[in-house]
């Protein structure tokens, strides 16, 4: 995401606020450009097996966009924390399917073990497991009443799969705010699931 | 957790965690002050600090197609 792009888009979406309808056309090839490259990024790190297409995400996020012309968009960052908002509910809508799928097919929840560490949660984010991401969409919930930068912070690293400078560009704030807001967050998050997962196994 | 208390607690957080783990203990104590409560709410955090390893480092995409499912648009949710 580069910074040129910022006067741009906030005058599209301004635009467009105000009723321009074309001004959407223009907006669109930006906006999915952005995250287009994310995904490819995101999903390039890791390795080609990949079943998920950025496009096809791209593209329902398209038909979410296109659902709110009557909004008024006050500047980049407004629609860019909303555009990550519709990302994670994408992402948790498609763990949700799967999930389903899993538990019908009687593979086993996840659970604290003797030494009360998760069994099953792997220390890396490769492998997470849809319903992991259906568990940290609930904790981040309580985040964001607590704390909402953390929680945007969250959204725009995890579920839009941001880089920090790239987040810090997206919240018009410095890179080590992010850095500082993304420990803090992770950690947070990390302990909020721990429990939660204890009080269930209770 | 009343919000300036909040802000206090991150930012005790945020600051320890900057330093090297074996200098902790101390930053803590020094960030801390005489302010107990707020000393054990950090450090009850930051204990889970080793465990952590790259949780969620990994964006969300890559565990969704891990799942071995093609990604379809769903119905909308809102």
Redesign the interface.
């Known amino acids: 995401m580069t910074q040129d792009l910022s006067p741009r888009v906030t005058g599209l979406l301004l635009a467009w606020s105000d009723g321009d309808v074309d001004a959407l056309s223009d907006l669109m090839p930006l906006v999915c450009d952005e995250l287009r490259q994310m995904?490819r990024r995101?999903?390039g790190r890791?390795n080609s097996q990949?079943?998920?297409?950025?496009t096809?995400?791209v593209?329902?996020f398209f038909?979410?966009i296109q659902?709110r012309r009557t909004v008024t968009w006050k500047n980049r960052k407004h629609f860019f924390g909303w555009a990550a908002q519709q990302m994670?509910?994408?992402?948790v809508?498609?763990?949700r399917?799967?999930g389903r799928?899993?538990r019908g097919s009687g593979e086993t929840p996840i659970s604290l073990g003797d030494d009360g560490?998760p069994v099953g949660l792997s220390?890396?984010?490769?492998g997470?497991?849809?319903e992991?991401?259906l568990d940290?969409h609930s904790v981040l919930d309580q985040l964001e009443a607590?704390?909402p930068r953390?929680a945007e912070v969250?959204k725009f690293?995890?579920?839009?799969?941001m880089t920090v400078e790239e987040t810090a560009i997206a919240l018009d704030v410095s890179a080590a705010t992010v850095k500082?807001?993304w420990?803090?967050a992770?950690?947070?998050?990390?302990?909020a699931l721990?429990l939660q997962r204890g009080n269930s196994d209770d | 957790?009343e919000s300036m208390r909040?802000h206090r607690f991150?930012d005790v957080?945020?600051k320890v965690?900057?330093w090297d783990r074996r200098e902790w203990p101390a930053r803590l104590v020094a960030e801390c002050g005489d302010d107990v409560d707020l000393f054990f709410e950090a450090s009850s955090?930051?204990a889970?600090?080793p465990?952590?390893?790259?949780?969620?480092?990994?964006?969300?995409?890559?565990?969704?197609?891990?799942?071995?499912?093609?990604?379809?648009?769903?119905p909308?949710?809102?």
């Open positions: 995904a995101s999903l890791e990949h079943t998920l297409q950025p096809a995400l593209h329902e038909l979410r659902g994670r509910l994408i992402l809508d498609h763990a399917r799967q799928k899993k560490e220390q890396d984010g490769a997470l497991d849809p992991q991401i940290v607590i704390d953390a969250i690293r995890f579920f839009v799969g500082r807001n420990s803090f992770r950690l947070w998050l990390y302990r721990q | 957790m909040w991150k957080v945020a965690m900057e955090l930051l889970f600090s465990a952590v390893g790259d949780f969620i480092e990994t964006p969300a995409w890559h565990a969704v197609s891990e799942s071995g499912a093609p990604f379809r648009s769903a909308r949710t809102e």
